[in-house]
């Protein structure tokens, strides 16, 4: 399996960036890491692993991102405005650098998003945010209300970030043609977000699938056997 280190200046960041892409060949997945995780995680949990005869089938290249959720959503130390403000210039650079690095290497028109945890709402709000670059969206036990992040805090900056609020009112055609996963489990501590953001999606007539595990908990087990069950839709 061929794994690569990539590592250069963002002008959106201002600030240095660093992702893995594990695979040549297939097509592109932006996969998150979990609540303050680093582009690392995924491997170290063993879901690229649970997923390495796609890659190395050339079906799929994996761009492991970095997060800055420490400066972003869960940056306690700055007013919640500047929180939403940094995550959209990080928004900025998954679209503006990092997609676009993803379609040039793979030749693929769109990209994939996916995620666990806290990554799973990275997925859904590039995804939902973008639905004309995003085919495919696989969240695996993801949270989609920001708000809890604010300390009471909201703008427009803020529902434009919260897929449970500007998703009832989108019309953008892509998205009824974009492929969504809701994964959770019965003892998933977001098993309620998910119940919630697969009725959004029903009510827009949206097709999804809402995938609720049976004994089974929010955690890499779990997302282990989820990802490449998923991964087999393509």
Same mark, same amino acid.
């Not at 945010?129 to 300390?151: C, E, K, T, Y």
């Not at 098993?191 to 908990?217: P, T, V």
């Given at each position: 399996?061929? /794994? ?13 960036? /660093?992702?893995? #892409? ?7 997945? %932006? ?6 995780? !680093? ?24 761009? +492991? ?30 679209? /503006? ?18 995620? +666990?945890?806290?990554?799973?709402? @990275? ?23 920001? !708000? ?21 009112? *989108? ?10 996963? %809701?994964? #959770?489990?019965?003892?998933?501590? +977001?098993?309620?977000?998910? /119940? ?13 699938? %809402? ?5 089974? *908990? @929010? ?11 998923? %991964?087999?839709?393509?």
């Amino acid at each position: 399996m061929v /794994e690569e280190y990539k590592k250069w200046y963002s002008h959106n960041l201002n600030a240095d960036f /660093e992702l893995l #892409t594990f695979g040549q060949s297939g097509y592109p997945i %932006l996969l998150f890491p979990t609540s303050m995780g !680093r582009y690392f995680e995924n491997k170290d949990f063993k879901l690229i692993e649970s997923v390495q005869h796609f890659i190395e089938a050339g079906k799929i290249k994996i761009y +492991c991102v970095d997060s800055i959720d420490k400066l972003s959503w869960y940056n306690k130390d700055i007013h919640p405005a500047d929180r939403v403000k940094n995550h959209i210039w990080y928004d900025k650079l998954l679209l /503006e650098e990092v997609s676009s690095l993803a379609r040039q290497e793979t030749g693929h028109d769109r990209i994939i998003t996916a995620g +666990c945890s806290f990554g799973g709402y @990275h997925a859904a709000n590039f995804a939902f945010r973008h639905p004309w670059l995003v085919s495919h969206m696989f969240s695996m036990s993801g949270a989609f209300d920001i !708000r809890g992040q604010l300390d009471g805090f909201y703008n427009d900056d803020v529902y434009f970030n919260n897929p449970v609020d500007y998703l009832s009112h *989108d019309q953008n055609r892509e998205l009824w043609n974009m492929k969504i996963i %809701l994964g #959770t489990s019965d003892r998933d501590m +977001c098993k309620g977000d998910n /119940e919630k953001l697969s009725g959004i999606l029903n009510e827009k007539g949206i097709g999804h699938w %809402l995938d609720i595990r049976q004994n089974a *908990d @929010h955690d890499w087990p779990t997302w282990r056997q989820m990802f490449p069950e998923y %991964l087999s839709q393509l």
